[in-house]
């Protein structure tokens, strides 16, 4: 059991830093390079993973790593219902579009993204995981959720991402009250500086948040004055995609 644990969390390391090399996992696992090197190889020779082409060797997820997790992504079918609709939420704001669902009960995973067509845009690694109210999405999430499971999430730490994470439960509740109020959520520099993002959430049977639609955008170009409209267009997509699923 051991091992496959340990197989498994460095799969997850390659996941989140692709491509990388031994020395890197070995400091972010903190595991001995033999033995990671030793996990490496047995990935690899399952299929998971391959070494690229560099000078010194670092490791990437291989087709069939990503089918299975396209699989565990599809659960529901909610990316492939939400394709079209970023798509076309792409197209109207000309801005990056993200899709995140629960990964658990206090995060958040990317499982897809709709570039813009804009020289200068947010760039979000699909695979990428956060805290709930580290996104606009997550955010949204919540705001969905009844306050009892609220409060369960907030009594976890917040982790302090940038300057201007907000950490504080009564503060990210006052927030969920007015995303309560106005159907949206407002992300500024939450998870990154100079990365904004107004999102909504996706429901599903029941009325049970299962996912988040965020258009995401630099901070140069985020405009106050532009939110209601923002606001608007994602709480639109996120209705069309709730009602599909």
């Not at 995401?216 to 995609?241: C, I, L, Y």
Request: hydrophobic share 35%; proline share 4%; charged share 25%.
């Amino acid at each position: 059991m051991q091992g496959i644990e340990r197989g498994l969390r460095v799969l997850e390391a390659v996941a989140e830093s692709q491509p990388v090399g031994v020395g890197e996992l070995s400091r972010t696992l903190q595991l001995p390079k033999s033995t990671v090197q030793r996990t490496l190889q047995a990935l690899a020779s399952a299929g998971w993973i391959r070494s690229d082409d560099s000078e010194y060797t670092k490791w990437k997820l291989t087709s069939r790593a990503l089918a299975v997790g396209r699989k565990g992504w599809d659960k529901g079918d909610l990316r492939t219902v939400a394709l079209e609709p970023m798509r076309e939420l792409r197209d109207l704001t000309n801005e990056t579009i993200t899709l995140q669902i629960r990964d658990g009960v206090e995060r958040v995973v990317q499982i897809e993204r709709m570039d813009s067509h804009q020289a200068v845009r947010t760039f979000i690694k699909v695979g990428s995981t956060w805290q709930l109210p580290h996104t606009s999405g997550g955010m949204a999430i919540m705001a969905r959720l009844p306050d009892d499971e609220v409060d369960r999430i907030l009594s976890s730490p917040i982790q302090q991402l940038t300057p201007q994470t907000d950490t504080d439960p009564e503060s990210i509740r006052k927030k969920i009250d007015e995303i309560r109020r106005v159907g949206y959520a407002v992300n500024v520099n939450q998870n990154r500086m100079g990365v904004c993002a107004v999102g909504a959430a996706v429901l599903g049977e029941g009325g049970c948040p299962v996912g988040g639609i965020g258009i995401s955008m630099p901070e140069t170009r985020f405009d106050e004055n532009r939110v209601p409209w923002w606001g608007k267009q994602v709480s639109d997509t996120a209705a069309n995609v709730s009602s599909l699923l």
